[in-house]
């Protein structure tokens, strides 16, 4: 699955200025700690926590794309620190849960 | 006398702060938002204080010395001072528990060391704002105990903040607790600050909080924070 592909399973871009590689699998954490220590190549990142620091550890784990939950907001700096990293950024309603499910659905 | 203060500011050792940020800069701005006390409170470090030090006394600025510390559920508190010796050893404490991963000053920014003429004498190696090892339940009492005011801050925003990543603020005995907006309904048994966590220099003094006191020590403003409290 491509990161272009998770617009079609629900998740709604909000940052499209990404290079459209293969989804190697996901991490759901709302602790950026856990997420720097365990996040890896080719993921996509599931959380809360959207603010400019998520966006630098998921470009330093290597993640393609990073789905906010519960409708969080996206500020303007969050949104021009993932499009100078390049990583996709997608919003949903859904809980954490929720979408990692989506998620783990559309990879297998 | 009814001062204007804030207490949540963030020099260029940060690595979410701009560059401008010196010691000398944070100072001039201050004079400019006419805050009669400041603090300086970088994350995780406390090696930009010397600096801040000596811009504050050339320019006559009342001001603590502080850190923002994360604690090991990511909760961001600050920790403030009247001295300069007792912060750099609680600044050494904190730094030292940081979980050791590097710096990458292309995604996080540069975190220099200054002198107050911005020189800059190094650089804190690990990422500043990556967590401790120390749980907010522990850090708390750590802080008072080293003799700091103890400020949970932005307690409302919806990350780095007790209720965003506790789910709920414990009753621990805090000076007072940061709000930015909107107080939560349990945080009103403790006086209320607003700061400007300023990152930028025009940021200074964007928010601030009023207080009754006749000297900027730790006991003094302690004592002026219980008689902020809202009755």
Known sequence: MKVSELNSVGFCCVQNKFEDAEITGGYTSDLLSDVMGNLKDGQVLITIQAHKNTIAVASLSGALAVIFCHGRSVTPDVLEAAADEGIALFSTSDNQFDATVTLAHSLR | ?231
Request: aromatic letters at 8%; proline letters at 7%; a negative charge.
């Open chain 2, 1 to 231: 006398m009814k001062a204007r203060v804030d207490f949540h500011i963030h020099s260029c050792l940060s690595p979410c702060a701009t560059l401008e940020m010196s010691p000398r800069t944070i100072v001039a701005r201050a004079k400019v938002a006419k805050l009669d006390c400041i603090a300086l409170t970088d994350h995780g470090c406390a090696e930009n204080l010397p600096a801040f030090h000596d811009a504050c006394i050339e320019a006559n600025m009342p001001c603590l010395y502080g850190l923002e510390a994360t604690s090991s559920e990511e909760v961001h508190t600050l920790c403030l001072f009247d001295q300069l010796e007792p912060a750099l050893e609680w600044g050494r404490i904190i730094y030292d528990s940081i979980q050791n991963f590097p710096n990458d000053p292309d995604r996080f920014g540069l975190q220099p060391i200054v002198t107050v003429d911005g020189d800059v004498t190094g650089f804190a190696e690990k990422l500043l704002f990556a967590a401790t090892d120390i749980s907010f339940f522990d850090l708390v009492p750590m802080a008072l105990e080293a003799g700091a005011l103890c400020i949970p801050s932005h307690i409302d925003r919806e990350y780095l903040g007790a209720v965003s990543q506790l789910g709920f603020l414990p009753d621990l005995p805090y000076d007072a607790v940061e709000v930015v907006s909107k107080i939560p309904p349990n945080a009103k048994k403790w006086a209320i600050i607003q700061s400007s966590d300023a990152h930028q220099p025009d940021h200074i003094g964007r928010r601030f909080t009023r207080i009754e006191t006749e000297h900027f020590t730790v006991p003094a403003l302690r004592d002026a924070f219980k008689r902020h409290r809202k009755p």
